[in-house]
Protein backbone atom coordinates (compact mmCIF):
# COMPACT_ATOMS: atom_id res chain seq x y z
CA UNK A 1 0.00 0.00 0.00
CA UNK A 2 1.34 2.96 -1.05
CA UNK A 3 0.34 6.29 1.38
CA UNK A 4 1.10 9.94 0.41
CA UNK A 5 0.67 11.86 3.23
CA UNK A 6 0.32 15.96 3.33
CA UNK A 7 2.63 17.48 5.46
CA UNK A 8 2.27 21.33 6.62
CA UNK A 9 3.24 24.32 4.40
CA UNK A 10 4.89 25.93 7.03
CA UNK A 11 2.88 25.77 10.71
CA UNK A 12 4.02 22.22 12.25
CA UNK A 13 0.34 22.05 13.57
CA UNK A 14 -1.06 22.06 10.12
CA UNK A 15 -1.17 17.96 9.99
CA UNK A 16 -3.80 15.64 10.80
CA UNK A 17 -4.20 12.63 13.32
CA UNK A 18 -4.26 9.83 10.92
CA UNK A 19 -1.61 11.49 9.04
CA UNK A 20 0.87 10.96 12.20
CA UNK A 21 -0.26 7.51 12.54
CA UNK A 22 0.36 6.84 8.86
CA UNK A 23 3.74 7.98 9.29
CA UNK A 24 4.49 5.77 12.55
CA UNK A 25 2.83 2.48 11.55
CA UNK A 26 4.59 2.41 7.51
CA UNK A 27 7.60 0.13 6.90
CA UNK A 28 8.92 2.74 5.12
CA UNK A 29 8.97 6.58 4.97
CA UNK A 30 9.92 8.29 1.95
CA UNK A 31 10.65 12.01 2.22
CA UNK A 32 12.43 14.81 0.01
CA UNK A 33 15.00 16.04 2.89
CA UNK A 34 15.63 13.62 6.02
CA UNK A 35 16.94 16.75 7.98
CA UNK A 36 13.29 18.76 6.93
CA UNK A 37 11.47 15.37 7.61
CA UNK A 38 13.09 14.90 11.35
CA UNK A 39 12.10 18.34 12.11
CA UNK A 40 8.12 17.38 11.95
CA UNK A 41 8.98 14.31 13.00
CA UNK A 42 10.29 15.15 16.22
CA UNK A 43 7.85 17.99 16.60
CA UNK A 44 5.20 15.20 16.75
CA UNK A 45 7.02 12.29 18.29
CA UNK A 46 7.06 10.34 15.39
CA UNK A 47 9.51 7.58 15.03
CA UNK A 48 9.34 5.86 11.69
CA UNK A 49 10.46 2.34 11.28
CA UNK A 50 12.57 3.02 7.82
CA UNK A 51 13.26 6.57 6.61
CA UNK A 52 14.80 6.92 3.42
CA UNK A 53 15.35 9.96 1.30
CA UNK A 54 13.26 10.33 -2.24
CA UNK A 55 14.10 13.91 -4.36
CA UNK A 56 14.27 15.23 -7.66
CA UNK A 57 17.55 13.72 -8.33
CA UNK A 58 16.89 10.16 -7.26
CA UNK A 59 13.47 10.40 -8.14
CA UNK A 60 13.47 7.53 -10.94
CA UNK A 61 16.03 5.35 -9.13
CA UNK A 62 14.07 5.02 -5.76
CA UNK A 63 10.86 5.17 -7.02
CA UNK A 64 11.70 1.45 -8.65
CA UNK A 65 13.35 0.45 -5.25
CA UNK A 66 10.28 1.52 -3.40
CA UNK A 67 8.00 0.25 -6.27
CA UNK A 68 9.85 -3.66 -5.12
CA UNK A 69 9.42 -2.98 -1.76
CA UNK A 70 5.79 -2.41 -2.39
CA UNK A 71 5.22 -5.17 -4.79
CA UNK A 72 6.85 -7.45 -1.54
CA UNK A 73 3.66 -6.55 0.42
CA UNK A 74 6.02 -3.07 2.32
CA UNK A 75 3.52 -0.06 3.61
CA UNK A 76 5.34 2.53 2.44
CA UNK A 77 4.29 6.17 3.13
CA UNK A 78 5.82 9.18 0.98
CA UNK A 79 5.62 12.69 2.27
CA UNK A 80 7.81 15.64 0.77
CA UNK A 81 8.86 18.87 1.94
CA UNK A 82 5.63 20.61 1.69
CA UNK A 83 2.16 20.20 1.45
CA UNK A 84 0.49 17.77 -0.54
CA UNK A 85 2.72 15.07 -2.19
CA UNK A 86 2.89 14.65 -6.37
CA UNK A 87 1.80 18.55 -6.37
CA UNK A 88 4.45 20.20 -8.09
CA UNK A 89 6.83 17.97 -6.15
CA UNK A 90 8.96 13.97 -7.04
CA UNK A 91 6.30 12.22 -5.66
CA UNK A 92 4.01 11.53 -9.03
CA UNK A 93 6.93 9.16 -10.07
CA UNK A 94 6.71 6.62 -7.50
CA UNK A 95 2.38 7.37 -7.70
CA UNK A 96 2.78 5.95 -11.34
CA UNK A 97 4.92 2.76 -10.43
CA UNK A 98 2.47 2.03 -7.61
CA UNK A 99 -1.08 2.11 -9.89
CA UNK A 100 1.10 0.11 -12.97
CA UNK A 101 1.86 -2.70 -10.45
CA UNK A 102 -2.04 -2.50 -9.07
CA UNK A 103 -0.54 -1.41 -5.66
CA UNK A 104 -3.59 0.45 -3.57
CA UNK A 105 -2.39 4.17 -3.53
CA UNK A 106 -4.34 6.23 -0.35
CA UNK A 107 -4.53 9.83 0.00
CA UNK A 108 -3.86 10.76 3.39
CA UNK A 109 -5.24 14.69 2.65
CA UNK A 110 -3.67 18.11 4.56
CA UNK A 111 -2.08 21.21 3.46
CA UNK A 112 -1.63 22.32 -0.38
CA UNK A 113 -0.14 25.79 -1.00
CA UNK A 114 -2.39 26.13 -4.06
CA UNK A 115 -5.60 25.65 -2.19
CA UNK A 116 -4.77 27.60 0.63
CA UNK A 117 -3.59 30.40 -1.43
CA UNK A 118 -7.03 29.81 -3.29
CA UNK A 119 -9.31 29.73 -0.62
CA UNK A 120 -8.21 33.19 0.87
CA UNK A 121 -7.70 34.79 -2.29
CA UNK A 122 -10.76 36.60 -2.61
CA UNK A 123 -11.12 35.13 -6.78
CA UNK A 124 -13.98 33.08 -8.06
CA UNK A 125 -13.25 29.76 -6.63
CA UNK A 126 -15.69 27.93 -8.47
CA UNK A 127 -13.83 27.35 -11.33
CA UNK A 128 -10.09 27.19 -11.53
CA UNK A 129 -6.58 26.17 -13.22
CA UNK A 130 -3.25 25.52 -11.56
CA UNK A 131 -0.58 25.42 -13.38
CA UNK A 132 1.63 24.97 -10.91
CA UNK A 133 5.51 26.49 -12.13
CA UNK A 134 5.46 27.65 -15.69
CA UNK A 135 8.25 26.80 -17.15
CA UNK A 136 11.94 28.97 -17.03
CA UNK A 137 12.56 29.75 -20.93
CA UNK A 138 10.99 26.96 -23.75
CA UNK A 139 7.68 27.14 -23.60
CA UNK A 140 7.26 30.44 -21.38
CA UNK A 141 5.27 33.04 -23.46
CA UNK A 142 3.24 30.82 -24.93
CA UNK A 143 2.21 29.42 -21.34
CA UNK A 144 1.72 32.97 -19.98
CA UNK A 145 -0.40 33.82 -22.99
CA UNK A 146 -2.72 31.05 -22.70
CA UNK A 147 -3.14 32.53 -19.00
CA UNK A 148 -3.80 35.97 -19.77
CA UNK A 149 -6.76 34.07 -22.01
CA UNK A 150 -7.94 31.97 -19.49
CA UNK A 151 -11.48 32.36 -18.35
CA UNK A 152 -11.17 30.48 -14.93
CA UNK A 153 -9.21 31.86 -11.94
CA UNK A 154 -5.40 30.44 -12.37
CA UNK A 155 -2.92 29.44 -9.26
CA UNK A 156 0.55 29.47 -9.99
CA UNK A 157 3.30 28.55 -8.06
CA UNK A 158 6.58 30.63 -7.97
CA UNK A 159 9.97 31.35 -6.16
CA UNK A 160 10.35 34.63 -4.27
CA UNK A 161 13.49 35.58 -6.62
CA UNK A 162 11.51 35.09 -9.88
CA UNK A 163 8.28 36.51 -8.59
CA UNK A 164 8.56 40.70 -9.59
CA UNK A 165 9.81 39.05 -13.26
CA UNK A 166 6.38 36.71 -13.42
CA UNK A 167 4.21 39.73 -12.08
CA UNK A 168 5.89 42.29 -14.66
CA UNK A 169 4.98 39.59 -17.46
CA UNK A 170 1.57 39.03 -16.01
CA UNK A 171 1.24 42.72 -15.94
CA UNK A 172 2.28 42.79 -19.46
CA UNK A 173 -0.04 40.48 -21.00
CA UNK A 174 -3.43 40.73 -18.95
CA UNK A 175 -3.30 44.69 -18.49
CA UNK A 176 -2.77 46.55 -15.04
CA UNK A 177 -5.95 46.01 -14.21
CA UNK A 178 -6.51 42.77 -14.00
CA UNK A 179 -7.12 41.40 -10.26
CA UNK A 180 -4.60 38.83 -8.42
CA UNK A 181 -3.82 37.84 -5.03
CA UNK A 182 -0.17 37.16 -4.44
CA UNK A 183 0.17 35.31 -1.44
CA UNK A 184 3.50 34.50 0.79
CA UNK A 185 4.78 32.19 3.42
CA UNK A 186 1.26 30.67 4.41
CA UNK A 187 0.77 29.96 7.74
CA UNK A 188 4.14 31.11 8.23
CA UNK A 189 5.49 34.13 10.86
CA UNK A 190 5.09 36.51 7.88
CA UNK A 191 2.36 35.32 6.38
CA UNK A 192 0.98 37.89 3.69
CA UNK A 193 -1.34 38.53 1.41
CA UNK A 194 -1.23 41.17 -1.49
CA UNK A 195 -4.26 41.52 -3.29
CA UNK A 196 -5.67 44.27 -6.16
CA UNK A 197 -4.60 44.89 -9.54
CA UNK A 198 -1.74 43.68 -10.73
CA UNK A 199 -0.43 47.17 -10.85
CA UNK A 200 -1.39 47.76 -7.31
CA UNK A 201 0.26 44.55 -6.42
CA UNK A 202 3.55 45.08 -8.44
CA UNK A 203 3.73 48.89 -6.98
CA UNK A 204 3.50 47.79 -3.46
CA UNK A 205 6.06 45.10 -4.46
CA UNK A 206 8.69 47.80 -5.85
CA UNK A 207 7.92 50.34 -2.68
CA UNK A 208 8.87 47.34 -0.33
CA UNK A 209 11.61 45.48 -1.95
CA UNK A 210 13.57 43.36 -1.33
CA UNK A 211 11.59 42.39 2.15
CA UNK A 212 7.65 41.88 -0.27
CA UNK A 213 9.67 39.13 -2.14
CA UNK A 214 10.99 36.81 0.39
CA UNK A 215 9.53 33.80 1.03
CA UNK A 216 7.32 31.14 -1.32
CA UNK A 217 4.82 32.47 -3.39
CA UNK A 218 1.92 31.76 -4.69
CA UNK A 219 -0.30 33.91 -7.30
CA UNK A 220 -4.10 33.79 -7.87
CA UNK A 221 -5.17 35.81 -10.74
CA UNK A 222 -8.41 36.38 -11.70
CA UNK A 223 -9.95 34.95 -15.30
CA UNK A 224 -10.07 37.23 -18.18
CA UNK A 225 -12.94 39.32 -18.17
CA UNK A 226 -15.29 37.62 -20.89
CA UNK A 227 -15.76 40.09 -23.88
CA UNK A 228 -19.04 41.88 -24.25
CA UNK A 229 -22.45 40.29 -25.13
CA UNK A 230 -20.39 37.00 -24.28
CA UNK A 231 -21.77 36.40 -21.03
N1 LIG B 1 3.37 19.89 -2.72
C1 LIG B 1 3.30 21.28 -2.32
C2 LIG B 1 1.85 21.69 -2.05
O1 LIG B 1 1.02 20.84 -1.78
O2 LIG B 1 1.55 22.87 -2.07
C3 LIG B 1 4.00 22.18 -3.31
C4 LIG B 1 5.44 21.86 -3.51
S1 LIG B 1 6.26 22.93 -4.62
C5 LIG B 1 7.81 22.10 -4.74
C6 LIG B 1 6.73 24.30 -3.65
C7 LIG B 1 5.95 25.58 -4.00
O3 LIG B 1 4.71 25.60 -3.31
C8 LIG B 1 6.65 26.87 -3.59
O4 LIG B 1 7.59 27.31 -4.57
C9 LIG B 1 5.50 27.84 -3.46
O5 LIG B 1 5.09 28.31 -4.73
C10 LIG B 1 4.41 26.90 -2.89
N2 LIG B 1 4.44 26.93 -1.42
C11 LIG B 1 4.78 25.93 -0.59
N3 LIG B 1 4.66 26.33 0.70
C12 LIG B 1 4.22 27.61 0.67
C13 LIG B 1 3.89 28.58 1.68
N4 LIG B 1 4.00 28.30 2.97
N5 LIG B 1 3.47 29.79 1.28
C14 LIG B 1 3.34 30.10 -0.03
N6 LIG B 1 3.65 29.22 -1.02
C15 LIG B 1 4.07 28.00 -0.68
New binding site residues.
Given amino acids: MLYLVATP??NLEDISLRAIRTLQEADIVACEDTRHARVLFERHGIRPRRLVSYHSHNERSRAAELADDLRTGATVAVI?D????G???PAWAIVREAIALGVEVVPVPG????IA?LSASGMDTTRFAFEGFLPLKKGRRRRLEQIAAEDRTVVI???PHRIKRLLEELLTLCGPERQASL??????LHEAFERGTLKEISGRLEERFPEAVK????VVLAAREPEPGLR
Avoid: L, N, Q, W
Fill in positions: IGTAGTPISDACAAAYESAREITKGECV
